[in-house]
């Protein structure tokens, strides 16, 4: 799991990261400064979705809510 949010982690700040750079040195164009921004808000939505791949407890959760319940409950 920690590979995985490296990862995750690694790809959604890295074009933040590159912009913070190459502000003082160049002219970065708005393109770049407005994927950056989409790219660090992302890590809202992609951190619990690999959180929730690697936890047996989540997952499990997750597929019993899609579960087909049985016809021959006793009421």
Do not use: D, H, W
């Not at 949010?5 to 970065?28: D, Q, R």
């Not at 989409?38 to 579960?67: D, G, H, M, W, Y």
Request: hydrophobic share 60%; with cysteine.
């Amino acid at each position: 799991i920690f590979g995985s949010m490296l990862l995750v982690y690694g790809i959604c700040f890295m074009p933040a990261v590159i912009a913070i750079i190459l502000i003082p040195v160049i002219e970065v164009p708005i393109a770049l400064v407005i994927s950056s921004i989409i790219c660090s808000l992302f890590i809202t939505v992609a951190n619990p979705i690999v959180q929730s791949c690697f936890r047996p407890e989540i997952k499990s959760a997750f597929l019993s809510l899609f579960k087909k319940p049985s016809p021959f409950v006793s009421v």
